[in-house]
T-cell receptor, first 116, second 113 residues
Framework: GAVVSQHPSRVICKSGTSVKIECRSL??????MFWYRQFPKQSLMLMAT?????????EQGVEKDKFLINHASLTLSTLTVTSAHPEDSSFYIC????????????FGSGTQLSVL | QQQVKQSPQSLIVQKGGISIINCAYE??????FPWYQQFPGKGPALLIA?????SEKKEGRFTISFNKSAKQFSLHIMDSQPGDSATYFC????????????FGSGTQLTVLP
């Protein structure tokens, strides 16, 4: 199946710093990428949808200035958590689709962010 | 987002038993219903999926049963194994939503040896 690579898998940072998470589609061009946040023992919550070359669409309650999303190419989307605080600690997961049917959706392996 | 309600929250099954997880949805526009398996610290992996034009789909030990009139679908894991211990999420999407998934709340499955 198609592969979506997410990096890093784990990051620990100090409060106030910014952290960038990368999501790459390795064997297809991703017209749309999604970013999710998952707290322990909870479901995946959609944060934003990004389409290549356009601004991301953020879900209600997600601060766009806090969570910067860039989808500059058809194989790469980045999520930057700016001025991270301990409450931003979470598991972040991306997914990507080449378009076509809604069956073609592939997930990355996730990034565990811990803010000290 | 339209809700997808999942139950139970946790499930303990003996090895060799049948694990059953249920989901119910509201949005009749949903036309794709996948199940995902997630291990700790990993992203979700597609297990099996169904479209509403069939009532059942089986892949190995995993079966989805779909009841369109009741707006419910369920995952059955036959001959459950300790390696099946994971969190399972049902989800739903519709073709017009750019493949955006709505997830259930998850079921923590533990299969005892």
């Amino acid at each position: 199946g198609a592969v979506v690579s997410q990096h890093p898998s784990r990051v620990i940072c100090k409060s106030g710093t910014s952290v960038k998470i990368e999501c790459r589609s390795l064997d297809f061009q991703a017209t749309t990428m999604f970013w999710y946040r998952q707290f322990p023992k909870q479901s995946l919550m959609l944060m934003a949808t990004s389409n290549e070359g356009s601004k991301a669409t953020y879900e209600q309650g997600v601060e766009k200035d806090k969570f910067l999303i860039n989808h500059a190419s058809l194989t790469l989307s980045t999520l930057t958590v700016t001025s991270a605080h301990p409450e931003d600690s979470s598991f972040y997961i991306c997914s990507a689709t080449p378009g076509g049917t809604n069956e073609k959706l592939f997930f990355g392996s996730g990034t565990q962010l811990s803010v000290l | 987002q339209q809700q997808v309600k999942q139950s139970p929250q946790s499930l303990i099954v003996q090895k060799g038993g049948i694990s059953i997880i249920n989901c119910a949805y509201e949005n009749t526009a949903f036309d794709y219903f996948p199940w995902y398996q997630q291990f700790p610290g990993k992203g979700p992996a597609l297990l099996i999926a169904i479209r509403p034009d069939v009532s059942e789909k089986k892949e190995g030990r995993f079966t989805i049963s779909f009841n369109k009139s009741a707006k419910q679908f369920s995952l059955h894991i036959m001959d459950s194994q300790p390696g099946d211990s994971a969190t399972y999420f049902c989800a739903a999407s519709y073709s017009g939503s750019a493949r955006q998934l709505t997830f259930g709340s998850g079921t923590q499955l533990t299969v005892l040896p």
